[in-house]
């Protein structure tokens, strides 16, 4: 069980959480304004990628191979990389089913969303709760729904990152009403200011819900490493 996650933030909804093993989530690297490293630099234990969509799926094929990493993701697209890269480990899990690597949980979760890859229907998008002790909430692309606070009753996510850009996903709106329901005591958000039509003001939503809610919302720059360590959790 990991005594803290280390959480890498690569520019719009790619992460790497470092819990020792070494989670990689949906990375948008090649072709990613906001990106600062590069895809064949990438190191990681693991991938995971919420849907289809090119600003998520990215260079996840690419990586996984070049690390060895299992993939894991939702069903239908599993089986549409399956298909094509028959040498990679693809875990296809549908919602509410979990696979473990390396000691890390992953669950699929529900996303109020679409996926497709290349046009092409890639069944339905996921978010996903990550876990080594330390449980990690990343909503994927969303809208709000009603039953993020079953996500909050059954995971209790102790870090949720959310899409806060508006457009394709959730508006600063929205993800303070979000942040309610889910009880996440730090919130990060993502999906924002990659392109002009999902610019928004961070600073501004980190605000508004920390006035509206007891959570700290953290708002890292791209690459800086946020710690959150157990003890600050009040996990023993
Ligand atoms: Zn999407």
Partial sequence: MADKVEITWHGHACFTLDFGKKVLIDPFIDGNPKAKIKKEDVKTDLVVVTHGHSDHLGDAV???????A???????????????NGDLDIRAINYSGSTVVDGITVTAVHALHSSSVDGKYAGNPAGMVISDGITVYHAGD???????S????????DISLL??????TMSPYEA???????????????????FDLIKVDAQKFKKETEEKHQVNVIV????????????ELGKR
């Fill in 62 to 68: 690419e990586i996984a191979r070049n690390n060895k």
């Fill in 70 to 84: 299992p993939i894991v993701t939702f069903v239908e697209l599993g089986w549409m990389l399956g298909a094509e």
């Fill in 142 to 148: 969303t809208g709000v729904f009603g039953d993020m």
């Fill in 150 to 157: 079953i996500i909050s009753d059954l995971y209790h996510p």
């Fill in 163 to 168: 899409p806060i850009g508006g457009f394709y």
């Fill in 176 to 194: 303070t009403y979000a942040v309610g329901l889910l009880k996440s005591p730090y919130i990060i958000p993502m999906h924002y200011n990659t």
């Fill in 220 to 231: 890292p720059e791209v690459e800086e490493v946020v710690k959150i360590d157990r003890q």
